[in-house]
């Protein structure tokens, strides 16, 4: 009889919630080179399984279905292959979900992110919503004893972050604003702060998770007025009567993304973290005479060591993000949490708890 486990599947392309189901699919196998996971916890990343859930497609391509989402996981290691030597049964780790081929033209220019046969786990090939999952060997990273399952399943995230951080070029005195206090905003504002830059504050509509920002990691915060973006934008200016240096935008809103172009000062540098729709240069003449640059940021890949580096000495702090976890079995209503809850931030799925289980942190 073939052995199965329970896993969130998306059966159909296209298909949306209604090509969606949590159910039992075959048993991972072990090839030579890979590592068998029990998968402790997994983090939703709304930014994808939204789109998922709503038909889009994302990195996925027919052929791929039917397809296990989750690209933010961590687990223990049940099984090896018969070529692992670094991974030993009973280790604890995350993974890198980023597969690259190594052999394109811009892998052969050390330029594996921009890779032509880019593979990723949770969006072409199987993740982490499932209790056991199956990834290479050399993809795998301990985590560092003091860090949980739970904080290790975000380790994607901070990666990304770390991305954006790397493409910015702080230059030591460099003052900086985040836009938006979701989970990217927050891990941001944590590496803004321990990079050479004088001030960084973040910007956001949602006191909640702005008390967050202040109290769990010392960052100085502004609350946004939807309605009047003047009234951030004087308080910035008088902190700030040069303007800033970067900002960073994480809430993909060309409002609050052309805010952010006002606040720059000469040579300022406005960073794109997530895609700003119908977002159009205007006046030309301010951005050539101020000399702004336009820095796109997207995934990352070959940052998880860093990563769990920061984790465990402390420079990120991922606990206060946790507000929500489920049982894999109820991951629609995690995933409809993280998107009606404005005090939401990371939600946590767990394959191995029972359905109904749930914990909520704020």
């Not at 599947?9 to 969606?20: D, F, K, M, N, Q």
């Not at 985040?178 to 004088?198: E, F, P, R, Y």
């Not at 006191?207 to 009047?228: A, P, Y």
Request: aromatic share 8%; hydrophobic share 40%; charged share 25%.
């Amino acid at each position: 009889m073939e052995k199965t486990m329970r896993a969130m599947v998306i059966e159909t392309p296209g298909g949306g919630r209604a090509a969606s189901k949590i159910t039992d699919i075959p048993y991972p196998k072990c090839e030579e080179n890979q590592i068998i996971i029990k998968v402790m916890a997994a983090s939703i990343c709304k930014h994808c399984e939204g789109p998922y859930d709503q038909g889009a497609m994302q990195l996925t391509k027919p052929e791929d279905y039917p397809i296990v989402l989750g690209h933010e996981f961590a687990g223990e290691v049940v099984e090896i292959g018969s070529k692992v030597e670094d991974v030993k049964v009973g280790d604890r780790v995350t993974v890198d979900n980023t597969v690259l081929c190594g052999e394109c033209y811009y892998c052969q220019k050390d330029l594996p992110l921009k890779c032509e046969n880019f593979g990723s786990m949770g969006h072409n090939i199987h993740g982490g919503f499932e209790q056991y999952v199956a990834a290479l060997a050399e993809k795998a990273f301990i985590i560092p004893e003091g860090i949980s399952y739970e904080e290790a399943a975000c380790t994607e995230p901070v990666a990304c972050c770390l991305r954006a951080v790397d493409r910015m070029n702080v230059t030591y005195g460099d003052n900086i604003a985040v836009l938006g206090a979701g989970s990217m905003g927050m891990i941001l504002a944590q590496l803004c702060k321990h990079t050479s830059a004088n001030k960084v504050v973040v910007l956001a509509s949602t006191q909640s998770k702005l008390d967050i920002i202040e109290k769990e990691f010392g960052v100085k915060t502004i609350l946004v007025d939807r309605n009047d973006h003047s009234k951030h934008e004087q308080a910035i200016a008088q902190m700030f009567p040069h303007g800033l240096d970067i900002v960073v935008d994480t809430t993909g809103s060309k409002d609050m993304a052309w805010s952010g172009v006002r606040m720059l000062g000469r040579g300022g540098k406005l960073v794109f973290y997530t895609v700003v729709e119908d977002f159009e240069v205007k006046d030309v003449d301010m951005w050539f005479n101020k000399e702004i640059s336009l820095i796109m940021a997207w995934c990352q890949t070959h940052n998880y060591g860093r990563c769990l580096d920061s984790i465990e000495n402390g420079y990120v702090n991922l606990k206060p993000l946790i507000t929500h976890e489920f049982s894999l079995e109820d991951y629609f209503e995690a995933l409809d949490t993280n998107y009606q809850d404005r005090n939401s931030v990371k939600v946590l799925l767990h394959p191995h708890w029972e359905k109904g289980k749930k914990k909520v942190h704020i």
